[in-house]
């Protein structure tokens, strides 16, 4: 179908969560958001409890489109407090700074030395090969130090499997590129360098992301709370929820996981149905602090080494300073785990409200006034070595019957809250074109 549609199309978007939202914002009236829960948002929520502001989910807004930076500071009326990166790795009982492709002068010297041999080797490589998997891709990037020190470590604590099963495709756009001179300057002569796909962001100066999620909300002609997709029924192009609503449609936008969509569609073909199964994912527990006292450095830290359950910890008093009461600090700790093997969550709590005393990051349990806790079944998605196939085949379907997909788990890929809105900006301007 092509050409420019003159009349309006009537356009359901499964999802109130960012992308779904700015889909919509685009589309107007033309366009019902159909929400399973009674916020919008989708992950973009907050909770406050006790003074503290308490995100489900860490969300920091960085930018490369001024359109994208305009659009928020315009929907949050400018509530918006601006910073730069402060972000370190604890490795080797010590703190250093992040990137630590650039940063290594925190640790000891021989892990420093072995760090700069195996960066130095893979710039000096004459022939480039091309890579058979992540763990691959991360050696032919970085060398045997800076892998062993950090990438390996950590991308096994965040992918729960070996990285020889995952490719490199959309594992890698999010992680800064590595130079043996920016190392030199940033190791060996402690200089500042800013580099990275975020050194700069900003968060809302009040009611956490949600404050966002709302303020889009507001703009949007028609959203139905409290409806989950239960069918979609490609032969009357009928949508029908869990509470008896219908409604027919003649484009569909899903951000949805791509799995559940699947799913729910009655007359999908067993290929497709089979290739929405071996999808994979990480889920993710993570354990919100309020707690009495002062803020530890930095906005965020990672922990590569297993000996620690966690694998980043992020510090929401320093995205905003209303984010706690006065001389407290809020605290997001997060872990993840494969779907398909659930821990006891009771005993990872305690495990990981441990590991912070012993580094520090807590002083004593008695300071502690909030613990929530959040489950994130999808946090992740894995591109494992059927992920091209399986996703190429679910994608020619949806295609060639109008559902348009989009988000980070509509579309099944990696994205940021700036990419999210832009994918619902495309979404939005094919359907009025009428592609």
């Excluded at 640790?107 to 893979?122: A, I, N, R, S, T």
């Amino acid at each position: 179908m092509g050409g420019t549609r003159s009349k309006k199309e009537s356009v359901v978007v499964i999802g109130a969560g960012i992308t779904g939202m700015s889909c919509a914002i685009k589309l107007g009236k033309s366009a019902i958001v159909l929400e399973r829960t009674d916020l919008p948002g989708g992950l973009c929520k907050t909770d406050i409890v006790k003074g503290f502001v308490l995100d489900h989910v860490i969300h920091l807004v960085h930018w490369r489109n001024e359109e994208v930076r305009t659009f928020i500071e315009k929907a949050l009326e400018h509530n918006v407090n601006y910073f730069n990166r402060e972000a370190y790795v604890y490795a080797h009982n010590s703190l250093g700074k992040y990137p630590i492709q650039i940063y290594v002068d925190a640790y000891p010297k021989e892990v420093q030395w072995k760090c700069f041999e195996g960066l130095l080797d893979v710039t000096l490589q004459k022939e480039e090969t091309t890579a058979q998997n992540y763990r691959e891709w991360l050696l032919s990037k970085f060398g045997l130090g800076l892998c062993e020190l950090f990438f390996f470590p950590y991308n096994e604590k965040q992918w729960m499997r070996p990285l020889e099963d995952i490719i490199p495709a959309g594992t890698t756009k999010f992680t800064p590129k590595a130079s043996i001179k920016e190392f030199v300057r940033g190791t060996f002569l402690h200089e500042d360098i800013i580099t990275g796909y975020n050194p700069r962001f900003f968060y809302p100066l009040t009611g956490g992301i949600e404050s966002l999620s709302k303020a889009m909300a507001e703009k949007i002609e028609s959203i139905s709370y409290n409806e989950e997709v239960e069918e979609i029924t490609l032969s009357t192009r009928t949508v029908k929820t869990k509470q008896g609503k219908k409604i027919n449609f003649d484009y569909l936008v899903s951000t949805i996981p791509l799995p559940k969509l699947i799913q729910a569609i009655t007359d999908a073909p067993s290929k497709v149905k089979t290739a929405a199964t071996k999808l994979s994912n990480i889920s993710e527990f993570s354990l919100n602090f309020g707690i009495k006292g002062k803020p530890p450095p930095g906005q965020w830290t990672y922990f590569p080494e297993k000996k620690y359950t966690f694998s980043r910890l992020s510090v929401g008093s320093r995205f905003s300073p209303n984010m706690a009461p006065k001389g407290c600090y809020s605290l997001w700790v997060e872990t993840f785990f494969d779907p398909k093997n659930k821990p006891n969550f009771v005993e990872l709590k305690e495990k990981i409200t441990n590991q912070l005393i012993e580094i520090g990051y807590i002083k004593n349990k008695k300071d502690i006034m909030v613990c929530q806790e959040v489950i994130m079944p999808f946090a992740y998605v894995v591109y494992d070595k059927e992920y091209e196939e399986n996703v190429k085949i679910i994608q020619d379907f949806l295609q060639a019957n109008r559902i348009k997909i989009a988000g980070r788990f509509g579309e099944w890929k990696y994205t940021s809250i700036e990419e999210s809105i832009l994918d619902g900006w495309r979404i939005a301007k094919e359907i009025q074109e009428g592609k």
